[in-house]
């Protein structure tokens, strides 16, 4: 048996099965001793019965005692006058219990022999002899169990029920918080913004919000740190940039002065791409919107057709989406700024999913990337490209800046190799009404 996966499953399955098992131990020890007490009754109620029976029978005459036979008998015994039916000695135990209790009610009387009749379970035969002689014969046959009351099973139902609901409510109550941590901890994002944790509840839970919520602020400190290092170092590295391209505007060589000129624009991309992902980090300033996602493509495509680029667009929406739209156009800047590069045409393909979602994939007919690299292209500084001319290699920041921004928009980017060459960067846009549908 596969045991569920959920810890909430697992510990309500444990508990109820623990306690459906002790109630039906207790059930059964409740009727085995509700048995044992009603025979106990019985062998005292039979000792005296036919203890009295016999003597009775003993002081009337012969000729009456037939006579006086139904009288005497009850439902589990009966007399007979005559030597009855031979058979082993009784080996059942509720018939040794009833032959050791006739024979310590009347036994030291009336010596008696008794023996169970063949062929009939839990029938049983008492032989003695009057004070005449003449042989009587107890015969004696269990009764059915005590009946069990109607309710009975109904009742122990409804305790199962019961036991149930306990379970699933002390489980629930037990595992709650670590659903809420375990959200708290998806919910953190690149934005560090998460909802914080209730610093309340029994004193195990508390303390782990209380660690949680620490470990949020720590990182949320150490990211803020990062950034503002980054920051000073862009801006001191500014001035020393600058200094150098006064100095290299007044070198007489002009092909060491273009080199130069080119090594100091690859600074300062570099430098401000580093900013920018450092930015995407510690987290998205802008607002969520409803914006009309076909104009915004629109818009985007139109801006690279007059900058002479062969971009094209496919597809529409046909309808608002809530996202962040200045994140989203970077993202999609910097995935056709790659197909261009690469490529030199990019085509942007829009698709409106059915569970409400919406895909807008940036594809070319470039060389495309070896499949063990598709995830390894979103690490910052990684480069397919290690040569040192920007124009081919780049900063390796694109596509790491990209993934940030659509995790900052709930967003999914992912890259693929397409059927006969070039490469599909795919991202998945959230619903118009601002949740996740999937």
């Keep these: 048996m596969i045991p569920p996966r959920s810890l909430f499953a697992r510990l309500a399955l444990i508990l109820f099965v623990g306690l459906a098992l002790a109630q039906a131990l207790s059930s059964w020890l409740t009727m085995t001793e509700r048995d044992q007490a009603t025979s106990k009754l019985m062998m005292g109620y039979i000792e005296r019965e036919v203890a009295s029976s016999v003597a009775l029978l003993d002081r009337l005459p012969a000729a009456e005692r037939p006579a006086w036979l139904p009288r005497l008998a009850r439902r589990s ?26 024979a310590d009610g009347i036994g030291t009387a009336y010596p008696l022999t008794a ?48 036991l149930g609901a306990c379970c699933w409510l002390a489980v629930r109550l037990a595992t709650r918080p670590l659903h809420q941590l375990a959200e708290a901890a998806d919910a953190l994002g690149p934005d560090l913004r998460a909802q914080r944790m209730p610093e309340d509840g029994p ?67 570099l430098v401000k791409e580093g900013v920018a992902y450092a930015r995407t980090l510690h987290g998205a300033a802008e607002t969520p919107l409803r914006v009309d996602p076909d ?17 094209t667009l496919r597809g529409a929406v046909g309808r608002d989406l809530v ?30 999913l059915e569970d409400g979602r919406v895909s807008v994939s940036v594809l070319d007919r470039g060389p495309g ?18 040569s040192r001319n920007r124009g081919t290699g780049g900063t390796g920041l694109g596509l790491a800046i990209a993934r940030q921004l659509a995790l900052a928009m709930n967003a999914e980017l992912s890259l693929r190799n397409r059927s006969g060459g070039g490469l599909e960067a795919r ?8 949740t996740d549908n999937r």
């Design 427 to 434: 991202l998945i846009l959230r619903g118009a009404d601002g």
């Design 203 to 269: 004193s195990e839970v508390a303390r782990a919000a209380r660690a949680f919520n620490a470990m949020q602020d720590r990182i949320a400190g150490y990211m803020a740190e990062r950034l503002q290092i980054l920051a000073s170092i862009s801006h001191d590295l500014q001035t020393p940039i600058t200094r150098m391209r006064l100095r290299v505007d007044l070198m007489d060589d002009d092909a060491q002065s273009a080199k130069l000129r080119q090594d100091l624009r690859e600074m300062e991309t």
């Design 77 to 102: 015994y009966r007399f007979i006058l005559g030597p009855g039916v031979a058979g082993a000695p009784p080996d059942a135990s509720l018939s040794a219990m009833v032959a050791a209790s006739i």
């Design 369 to 386: 990337i070896p499949p063990e690299s598709l995830e390894a292209v979103f690490e910052p500084f990684h480069r397919l490209e290690t």
């Design 295 to 311: 104009a915004l493509l629109d818009s985007l495509v139109c801006d690279y057709a007059d900058a002479g680029k062969d971009v």
């Design 115 to 162: 023996n169970m009749v063949p062929g009939e379970p839990e029938r049983l035969q008492v032989h003695l002899r009057l004070g005449d002689g003449a042989p009587l014969t107890i015969d004696y046959q269990a009764p059915p169990g005590v009946p069990m009351s109607p309710w009975l099973p109904l009742l122990m139902l409804v305790q199962l029920a019961v």
């Design 323 to 352: 996202t962040r739209p200045q994140g989203l156009r970077r993202v999609l800047g910097n995935l056709v700024d790659n197909a261009l590069k690469f490529a030199g045409a990019a085509e942007i393909a829009v698709t409106a």
